[in-house]
C-alpha cells in the first residue's frame, strides 16, 4: 500500500491532552495523522491510554475522563474539515457513526442482546439519514453483510448477537462501522480473544475495506505482529504519549527509541527461540492414558494420551474449545469425572485431589492463567505461598518460612513484596508469586494453563525466560498450555496439539514447524501472523 | 493506598459514615445508660405515678397512667436495641452458613437449602413474626428467635450468591489442589473475601431488626406492658398526640435517628465493598 | 420459553403448598391443650369442648391437615372462634379495602421509582442525584410507623391539620367513599417502598448506561432519546421488576402496621385483632393470604424477566 502524501488527512490530532477529573493526566499531547486509505496501528500495552487515545479521536470520553487541551480534527468525505472537540454534543453525534467510525474491543458486550444484527446495522443509516427510503437502507444493510464476508439474506439479519460466534459478531461490528461509509474508522483491539484463524479473516477484511474505500483507519492492538499484518505507519504509545512514529517496516526493524525496541525483542517469534536445555533423561515422569471427559452429549476430549519425560517441556497446544484446560485440570485432580488413566512415575493418580497422597500432591502442582484471580486477595504474598507447605508438608512453621523466602528469591521476586497483598502487586509480580507457590514443594511436574495471556507483552517475555531458568535449575517436567504457537519455540521441546479433544498431532518442536503433517497445524502455523 | 485496605476503613473515611456513627453511637449511649439516668435525673422510675395522666409535669410530661414520660423515654431503648442485636445476631450468622454451603456445594444441597429459603421468604417478616406470636404469645427470646430466623434466608441469599461469585476463582481452585477440606476453604478463602457483602447485610439486617422489634411493640404484640419501650410508648400515647406530643416524638426520634445512622453506616459500607470489587474486577 | 413458564408455575404451586403446610404446623405450636390456650383459663368446659370439636382435635393431623387444605383450596376458610362466623363474612369487605391501599401506594411508588432512578442515574454525581440519593437513604431507613406517625404529626394534627388521621367511614362503607382518609396512608406506604425502586432503578440504569452497548449506540451516533428508550431501558426492567415484586410484597408487610396505624379497616387490622385474640383460623387465613399474594407477585416479575430476556426470546423465533 502507497502513501498517500499529497492528499490531506482524514483524521489529524494535534497536542491531545485527556485529564482524568481530579486531574491527572491520562493522554499527555497525543499527535498524529491518517490520510485516506492508510492504516495507522497504536500500538501500547495496558495502561498506556490507546483505548483513550482512539475514543478521544470520536469526540468521546469514558465517565472520568474529560478533555484538557489539543484539537481533533475531522474531513468529512464530502465537504470541510471539522474541529471535533470544538462541536457541541449534538454535532458531535452527528459526526459519529457517519464519518468518525468504532470498532469495539468486544462485540460481544458491545452489541445490544435484546436487538437482532439487521436492526442494529440499520440503526446506523436511520439516524444519519442514509438515502431515501427504507428500500435503500435495507439494500445497504444487505451490501455491507456482504462486504464482511457474512451472508446478507433476511433470516441471518434476524438473528440476535448470541446466535453468532465471536468473529461473526466482530464482523457484524465491523459492517455496523463502515455501514455509512466514513471517512474515518477506529478499530480497537478488533481481534483480541479470536483464534488465529478468525483473526486472519477479520484482518483482511479490514485491510479490504480501508483500501477499497479509501478510509483512514486507526487500529489500536498490544499485538506487534497484527501490526506488521495490517499497518502502514506505527505510533508506539507508552504512559499517555507516543514515543515513536513510523513506516511500520522502519519502526518493526529498526526500532530508535528503547521502549520499542524492548515491546519489539518481547514478541515471541515463531522461527527464532532461544537455546533450551536439552532434557536431562528419557524417564516418563508423567504419563496419560485414553482420558476422555464428557458432560452429557458433548465430548470435551476423547482418548487423549501423552507422556512428558523428566526435564521435559511439553507445549500443550490449542484453541479455546479445544479442551486443553480441561485436560491440565484432569492431570492436576482438579477434574475427577474423567476416564482413562494419569500416571506418576509409573504409579496411577486418583482422579480427585482428595484422595491423592501429599506426596502426590506435592509432585504435580499448577500454575494458573490469571494471576489477578489465582492469589486470595486477602491473604500475603508469603501466606499464599506457604499454604501448600501447610497443607501438604509437616514442616514447623519456621522451617515453611524459610522454604517460602528461598522460593521468592528463586522467582526473582524481592522480599519486600513478601508482606503484600496481591493488589499491591504488578501482575508479573503476581504470576512470579503464583509460580512460586507452586514450585514450593518442589514439584516433578509443572503444569502452566496459559500463564503468559494475561499478561502484556514484556512481561510474557520476562516469565518466559524465568520458567525456562528453572526448568534448567531445578530438571521439572513441564507442560505448557498455550493457544500461542508462537512460543513454541522459546519453552519447549515437543509439541502436542489438541482440537476438538482430540491430539492430532505430537512431535519435537522443529519437526512439527517446520514440517507440520496435520492439516490443522499448517493452517494454524499458516495464520500466525509474524514480523 | 495504605497497607491493609479493608472495606471497614474505605467506609469509614466516608464522610456520611461518620454522621451514621455519630448518630447511632448518640442513641445506643442514650439507650445503654438511659436506665440508670432516668431515676438520678427526673426522680422517677419507669412504672411509678408521677402525677396527674396527660399533664406537661417535669421534662416531657406524664402518660395516660400518670407515669413521668422522660423516665420511661430514658429506660425505653435498652430492651429494644438488646433484641434487635440478638436477632441480627441470629439471622446474620445462620443465614451466612447456609448461604456459603449452598453456594460452595450446589447440587442438590444448594436445591433444599434455597427451596427451603424460598418458603419462608413468602412470608413478609412481619406477618411471619404475628403468625408465630399468635401461637405463642409476646415473648421476648421468640420476638429475636422469630426475627432472626426470617432475616436468615435474605442473608442466605446474599452470602450464596457472593459465594457462588468467588468459588471458580483459581485461588479457591489452588486450595483444592492441596486438597483443603471444605470447611478450612469455606472460613480462610471464600469468607475473607466476601466480607464486603455481608457487612452490607449486617448493617441492613440491624436497621431492620429495629424496625421490626420496634413495630411489634408499637402494635402491641412486642414487649409488653408495664416495661418502657419506645415502641410501646408511641402506641400509649398516641391518643393524646394534640395536647401531650412528646410521649410520642421523643420515641419517634429515638428511633428514627438510630435506623437512619445504622443506614447511613451500612450505605457507606455498601459503597465501599462496590468499589473494591471494581478494583479487584479492574 | 413457554415450558419455562409452566415450569416456573409449577415450582410457585409446589412453594404455596409448602407454605400451607407451614401455617398449619404452626398451630401444632399452640402449647399445652390448644382449645384452652386459645379461650384462656377462664373458659367453662363446654366452650372448650365445643371449640375442640370445632378444631377437630380429636382427630389425627393429617387429617385435620387434610380438612383444612380442603377447605381453603374450595374457598372455605373455616369459622373464627372470636365472631363464631365464618372468616370468610370476616374478610370479604376488608380484602377490598386492604388492595386498594395496596394497588393504589403499589401504582405511586412504582412510577415515581421508576422514573426518579432513571432522572438521577443520567445525573450521577450531580447535586439533583446526591439529594435523591441521601433523602432516600433516610426515608428508607425508617420503619413504617415512623414515617406514619411523622405524617399524622405533619398533615394531621400539630402543624397542617388537612387530613383526618385515622379511617372515618363508618362499617358497611366502602373506605373509598370519603377519599381524604385513604390519602395518608396510601403516602405512608408509597414512601416506604419508593426509595428502594428508586436506589435499585438507579443502580441498574447506570450498570446498563455504562454497558458496552450503549456506549457503542453511543458512538454510532444515536440520537440521546433512542439510546435510551431502545437500548437502556429494555434492559433494565427485568432486574428492576424482581425488585418491585419484592417491595410489593414488602408492602404486603407494611400494610399490617398502617393499617392498625390509621385504624383502616383492612385485612392487616383483621390480623392484629386475631393475633390478640388467639383467633388462630382467622390468623391462618390471613397469614396465607398475604403469602399467596407474594407468591402472586413474584411469579409474575419472574415472568416478566423470561419475556424481557433476549436469550430466552430468540429461542422461541428460532
Redesign the interface.
Known sequence: MTAHVAVASALEVSELRVNTLTGSPVLKGVSYAIAPGEVLALVGESGSGKTTAGLAALGHFRRGLAPAGGTVTARPRDGEPVDVLGLGERERRTLRGHTLAYVPQDPALSLNPALRIGRQIGEVLEAHGYGTSDEERAARVAEVLGEVGLPADEAYQRRYPHQLSGGQQQRVGIAMAFACRPSVVVLDEPTTGLDVTTQTLVLRTVAALTAEHGVAALYITHDLAVVAAIADRVAVMRGGEIVECGTTGEVLRRPAHAYTRELVDAVPDLDRGGDLPAPDGDTQTLRVKDLSVSYGEHEVLRDVSLTVHSGECLLLLGESGSGKTTLSRCVAGLNEHHTGTVELDGAALAPATRRRSAEELRAVQYVFQSPYSSLNPRRTIAQSVEVPLEMLTELPKAARRERVAETLDRVRLSRELAGRLPDQLSGGERQRAAIARALVTTPKVLLCDEVTSALDVSVQATIIDLLCELRAELGTAMVFVTHNIALARHVADRIAVLRGGEIVEVGPVDEVLSDPRHEYTRRLLANTPRM | ?S??STVFRRALSLP?AKIGLTLTAVVVLLAVLGPWLGPWLTGHDTTGFAGKPFQSDGVAGTDGLGRDVFTRFLAGGATLLLYAVLATAIGVVLGTALGMLAGYTGGRLDSVIM?GN??LL???????A???????GPQGWLLVLVIGITHAPRVARVARQATVAVKD???I????????PRRRILLR?VL??ITGPLMVELGLRL?YS???V??LS????GIQPPSADW?LM?NEN?IA??VE?WG??LP?LA??VL??G???VT?SLASAAAGREK??TA | MSRLIVRRLLVSLAVLWLVTLLVFVATLLLPGDPARAILGQQATPERIAALRAQLDIDAPVWERYLNWLGGVVTGDLGTSTATQGPVNDLLGDRIGASLVLLVAAAVLSTLVGLALGTWTAMRRGRAADHTVSGISLVIAALPEFVIGVALIVLLSTTVFPLLPSVTLAPPGEPVWSQPSQLVLPVLTLTLVVTPYITRMMRATMSEVLDSGYVEMARLKGIPEKTVLLRHALPHAIGPVAQVIALQLAWLAGGVVVVEFLFRYPGVGQALIDAVNSRDVEVVQAITLLIAAVYIVVNLLADIVGILTSPKLRAEVTR
Open positions: 493506598m497497607t491493609r456520611q427451596r424460598d418458603v413468602s412470608f413478609p417478616q412481619l406477618v411471619f404475628l403468625l408465630a406470636i399468635a401461637m405463642l476463582s483459581d485461588y481452585r489452588a486450595a483444592q489442589l492441596y486438597a483443603m478463602e475473607p473475601n436497621t429495629i424496625g421490626y420496634a413495630s408499637f402494635l402491641g404484640l415502641g408511641i398516641r398526640l394534640v406530643p410520642v416524638l419517634v428511633i428514627a435506623t437512619v445504622t443506614n447511613l450505605d478494583e479487584v
